[in-house]
């Protein structure tokens, strides 16, 4: 069912929006999609009713880079000098 939704959720045109929606009231029951479409506007969750005038639709902000952005200098060191550098960096935050 996750799956199903998400690809109902994520959909990039009204097409693909269709079709996945009919797969999860085939799947999972006309009643799981008749209850997505009743929690209110498409545009406030669904991909390909989004306002067009967002600037992105990929969201790139993650643990990783948040730890290579710590990670900065360090990473050429050994791995314990590494972890080292890390720890004092996080200490003196």
């Known amino acids: 069912m996750h799956q199903l939704f998400c ?27 008749r209850w997505l479409l009743d929690i209110g506007s498409k545009e406030k969750w669904c991909r390909h009713a ?15 880079e948040s730890f290579n952005t710590i990670l900065g200098v360090h990473r050429a060191l050994p791995i314990l000098s590494a972890l080292e550098g890390m720890i004092s960096y996080i200490i003196w935050i």
């Open 7 to 33: 690809r109902v959720v994520n959909a990039y045109s009204e097409y693909t929006f269709k079709k996945a929606l009919e797969r999860l009231a085939k799947e999972g029951g006309r009643g799981a999609a």
């Open 50 to 64: 989004f306002s067009p005038e967002l600037a992105s639709d990929d969201n790139t902000s993650s643990f990783v």
